[in-house]
C-alpha cells in the first residue's frame, strides 16, 4: 500500500516555516473516505481508455485482443522474433510482402490493410488512420465526432480482430482472402454484434448500422462468384465511392 505517498509534505506558508502532511488524493488536501476509495478501486493502474474501452458489446476475447493489439503484447513477426521462436524464414508482412509486421504496419499502414480502412474511413467519414497503435485509441479516437465515438470503437475492433484472421489464415492455412470479404465479415460481424446490443446502446450507433446493413446488401449482390488474391486491387472501388457519396 502507498498511504505513506498519498500523504505529501508541503511548507505551510505563514506558519513560521513548519511542514504538515497534505491529502494528496483531494484538491484541497482534506481527508475524504470516498477518495481514498477510489484510489483503492483504480488508484495507480487508471488507464486513459480503459473508461470505454471494455464497455463495448463486442465478445470479451475479440475486446481482450484489441487491448493486447494496443499494448503491442501480441504475437506479431517481429515480437516473435525478439523472442527467439519465429518459426518463418522471415519477419516480413505476409499480407503485402514490403514490410516488417509489426502491429502497427499489420493493423494500421499495410497496404492491404489500408484498403479496408479506406474502405470504412471514406462510408463514414473518419479521419485517415494513424501510423501507430498507440494512436489509435487516444488521438484518433478523439478526432472522430463524438456521437460517432460508439459505433467506431466496435468498428476498429472488428477490423483489428478480421486483419488478424485473414493474416493467420495465410500462414497456417495458406488461404487467401479478397479485401471485398472482409469487408463483408467485418459488416456481418458488426451487424451480429449490433443486434446483441441493449436497447441503451441500440440508440447510439442504429444510424451507422444501416449504413452497414446497406453496404452489406450492396456489396454481397456485387461480390456473387467474384474472385482476388491478396496484393491485388480487391476492394470494389466503385462500389466505396457510390457509397461514400451518399
Ligand atoms: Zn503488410
Not at 488524493?25 to 482534506?30: E, Y
Not at 452497414?212 to 449482390?221: K, M, R, W
Request: charged share 20%.
Amino acid at each position: 500500500m502507498r498511504l505513506h505517498g498519498i500523504l505529501e509534505t508541503v511548507c505551510a506558508r505563514g506558519a513560521r516555516g513548519r511542514t504538515r502532511k497534505r491529502w494528496s488524493l483531494t484538491g484541497n488536501g482534506d481527508v475524504l473516505v470516498k477518495s481514498f476509495y477510489n484510489f483503492l478501486i483504480d488508484g495507480g493502474t487508471r488507464c486513459p481508455v480503459a473508461k470505454f474501452f471494455w464497455h463495448c458489446a463486442c465478445p470479451r476475447k475479440i475486446n481482450l485482443f484489441n487491448w493486447l493489439a494496443w499494448k503491442n503484447k501480441i504475437l506479431s513477426l517481429d515480437n516473435l522474433v525478439l523472442r527467439k521462436c519465429n518459426k518463418l524464414p522471415t519477419a516480413t508482412c505476409v499480407m503485402c510482402h514490403s514490410d516488417i509486421e509489426t502491429v502497427d504496419h499489420l493493423f494500421l499502414t499495410c497496404s492491404f490493410t489500408r484498403r479496408i480502412w479506406d474502405y470504412f474511413t471514406h462510408l463514414f467519414r473518419l479521419p485517415e488512420p494513424p501510423g501507430l497503435m498507440s494512436s489509435l485509441w487516444g488521438p484518433w479516437r478523439l478526432a472522430v465526432q463524438p456521437a460517432a465515438r460508439d459505433f467506431c470503437d466496435l468498428l476498429v475492433k472488428a477490423l483489428v480482430w478480421n486483419v488478424w484472421l485473414v493474416r493467420n489464415d495465410i500462414i497456417f492455412n495458406a488461404t487467401v482472402v479478397p479485401v471485398f470479404a472482409i469487408i463483408l465479415k467485418i459488416d456481418r460481424m458488426l451487424l451480429s454484434w449490433f443486434s446483441n446490443c441493449s436497447v441503451n446502446f441500440i440508440g447510439k450507433i442504429e444510424e451507422p448500422m444501416k449504413s452497414i446493413s446497406h453496404s452489406l446488401e450492396f456489396i454481397g449482390s456485387r461480390s456473387v462468384g467474384a474472385t482476388s488474391e491478396v496484393g491485388s486491387d480487391a476492394t470494389p472501388a466503385a462500389e466505396v465511392q457510390l457509397l461514400s457519396s451518399e
